[in-house]
């Protein structure tokens, strides 16, 4: 499928400036769209309007080619209408009408449509967890009808409505909780921070052309009108980070005008915030319009992913149905790819190297309940926060001219580098890319006013839980919340140590002395003779260094060797205590490529090693692999490798992504301890 995308600009002399582009490289010469087609009349036939709408745009003989053209190069298009903020006014414009004389694009499953807004902030990625978790406001003030001349809303008809659309789901993929009254700003602010996906509105609105503002009609503590601008409430998301990934705002059935106006402008500024998806209503739209467009849209959102194609597919439903408000629902996007959910309905990965997945899983947390896991994470599991290092491996090759192949590799690209300008310099330039990534990546709402020098000292000014609001997947903050005494990590940042803080826990960070200059840095073990990390004062253990002393770092080809032979030769430069629990504890290996140097180090260096020295049972370590780099057949191969490779241990693969693992882990660890009554 390509990208399709439509820019119009704001209007100059000739008319509003159109741009289209393909698949974001292939541009065609810009036309022009008529400043006569605002104001838009409508009329009581939307295909005819879809088709005047479409001759309208494309009436440019230059835009008619580049469609021409884009038609021919695939059936398949995601078609993305960026209308620029000075162009504002065509939003009123019912662009999903669109006609080109065959079909509604809008309703077809060959051209995903949206209303794409561009925006700076990060995105975490397509959310793994099932079920997918909704948040229904049903706004029915008591004074509606008094005091500001608006009909009651029917609470029990409109519940009823959504309960039929979300029952065709399934308990298993949809969790949905109803907002109790009154619905306050306030106990809306507390239900978000418990991490839901949707934002499910429905209510009454208002909107001001003067002063370009809506408001939404909430209630305050006794139930009666309380309006609450979109600045409030846009402030109140972006401030503590609580944003679902898709918010829903519907008018009821007898909603004026005004009412789809504020929810048409609220909209936009959601999204500005970083509000993934945003699915608005431009008109009025009838109760049984929304209960079939509802039920359609979460059964294809939940199955697909896409939050394009779920709308595209609702359409069609309605046009089906023959709906004459087919084209009131408007999704606003600022993602291209539209995927909000796992492709994968069940969102679980392949659990190989066992018959009976659930096992795998009981059996891990039975060993984290017990405190007889280790987890050992590797540079992937900071994904949202700093690029891969293959992303930055082929950012540096090219800043520095890495003459050869393999220009994804950052231990060569950063040999490379080293013997050019100097050992210290890839230390020093890797800290200042991680803290310049991971303040670029940070929700501007939370970017502090003054510069700080090191990542560690930004995430402790902004705050992990802060940082991490938004997501109950987070890696680092569901790795805290098991309540283990060890952490193992390959990586420099102190993303563990905030997580664990965040928690009330008074985490210790140990660097391997893994090169003799660095003999002489003190340890909690010699500082504190009688420290034994426990869940309350866990020990993080960073084997490559960290980024407090940049001579530790093991970051080049070179150093993953010396890392390699020193430790082979000189087990004891890694405490006892660590030791034994590689030895001995269920292992968790998480973040890395199966040709990851990291990885290679571990098996080699730490694995064979203690494995050769121990005398106990078989122990069992869990490996997950991202099947985007390793096909399910190539995991395969590597539990046999795996298990030869390590003798007398059990190796389970999860061929799944890491925020996949995570979800999965969440799920089971909090089952288990609502079992024991939260007690853990």
């Known amino acids: 499928m390509i990208d399709l995308e439509i820019r119009i600009f704001g209007l100059e002399e000739r008319g509003y400036p159109v741009e289209i582009t393909l698949d974001g490289q292939q541009e065609f010469p810009r036309g022009y769209l008529t400043a006569d087609i605002v104001p838009w009349a409508p009329t009581d036939d939307p295909e005819s309007d879809g088709r005047r709408l479409f001759d309208t745009l494309f009436a440019d003989a230059d835009l008619r080619a580049a469609w021409a053209q884009a038609v021919g190069q695939s059936r398949e298009r995601r078609i993305r209408l960026r209308i620029d903020p000075a162009a504002a006014e065509l939003h009123t414009l019912p662009w999903e009408l669109l006609h080109d004389g065959t079909a509604m694009l809008s309703a077809q499953d060959a051209t995903p449509f949206s209303r794409y807004l561009p925006i700076a902030l990060p995105w975490s990625g397509a959310v793994e967890e099932r079920p997918v978790r909704v948040l229904v406001v049903v706004s029915n003030p008591a004074d509606l009808e008094s005091r500001y001349n608006l009909p009651p809303v029917d609470v029990e008809r409109e519940r009823a409505a959504l309960e039929a659309a979300f029952s065709a789901v399934g308990d298993e993929h949809l969790a949905v909780r109803f907002l109790d009254p009154p619905v306050t700003l306030r106990k809306l602010e507390h239900a978000l921070r418990e991490g839901y996906h949707v934002l499910h509105f429905l209510g009454h609105g208002a909107f001001s052309r003067r002063r370009g503002q809506a408001a939404l009609y909430f209630q ?287 985490p210790v960070r140990e660097i391997c002395r893994w090169d003799e200059m660095l003999d002489d840095l003190p340890s909690v073990f010699e500082e504190r003779p009688d420290y034994v990390p426990s869940p309350e004062e866990p020990l993080v253990y960073h084997l490559f260094g960290n980024e407090e002393e940049p001579d530790s770092l093991v970051l080049t080809e070179d150093d993953h060797l010396d890392f390699l032979v020193r430790i082979s030769a000189e087990p004891e430069r890694i405490p006892n205590y660590v030791r034994a629990a590689l030895a001995n504890n269920s292992l968790i290996i998480l973040g890395y490529g199966l040709n990851d140097w990291g990885f290679r180090v571990i098996l080699r260096g730490l694995m064979a090693t203690t494995q050769r020295r121990r005398r106990r049972s078989v122990k069992h370590i869990g490996v997950q692999l991202d099947p985007r780099d390793v096909s399910v057949v190539d995991a395969q191969a590597a539990v046999s490798f795996l298990e030869d490779y390590l003798q007398e241990v059990r190796i389970n693969v999860y061929s799944g992504t890491t925020q996949q693992f995570i979800a999965e882990l969440r799920e089971w660890w909090e089952r288990e301890r609502a079992a024991d009554g939260g007690e853990r």
């Open 220 to 506: 305050d503590e006794e139930g009666n009108g309380a309006r609450v601008l979109d600045d409030d409430l846009v402030n109140m998301l972006a401030r503590h980070g609580a944003r679902p990934r898709l918010i829903v705002l519907v008018a009821c059935q007898s909603a004026t005008r005004a009412t789809t106006d504020a929810f048409l402008g609220l909209a936009p500024k959601l999204v500005r915030v970083g509000v993934p998806a945003v699915v608005a209503m431009q008109d009025v739209v009838t109760m049984e319009t929304g209960r079939r467009f509802g039920a359609e849209f979460y059964s294809s959102l939940l199955a697909t992913g896409q939050v394009d194609l779920a709308v595209n597919q609702a359409r069609s439903t309605l046009l089906t149905d023959g709906r004459p408000d087919v084209g009131v629902p408007v999704l606003f996007m600022r993602l291209k790819s539209g995927q909000l959910w796992s492709a994968e309905a069940d969102a679980r990965g392949a659990i190989l190297g066992t018959d009976e997945p659930a096992g795998f899983w009981r059996g891990l947390i039975r060993n984290i309940t017990r405190r007889r896991s280790t987890p050992i994470i590797g540079p992937r599991v900071r994904g949202r926060w700093i690029p891969s290092p293959a992303e930055i491996a082929s950012l540096w090759a090219d800043e520095y001219d890495y003459p050869y192949s393999d220009r994804e590799n950052l231990p060569r690209v950063l040999e490379y580098i080293a013997v050019r300008q100097g050992e210290m310099f890839p230390r020093e330039e890797m800290l200042e890319a991680m803290r310049e990534a991971f303040e670029q990546h940070m929700p501007s709402c939370l970017k502090p006013e003054r510069e700080y020098d090191t990542l560690d000292e930004l995430v402790a000014a902004v705050g992990w839980e802060s940082l991490t609001a938004d997501d109950p997947n987070e890696i680092h903050r569901v790795l805290a919340s098991l309540d283990l005494p060890l952490y193992v990590t390959t990586n420099f940042d102190n993303f563990l140590a905030a997580a664990l803080k965040s928690q009330g826990k008074k």
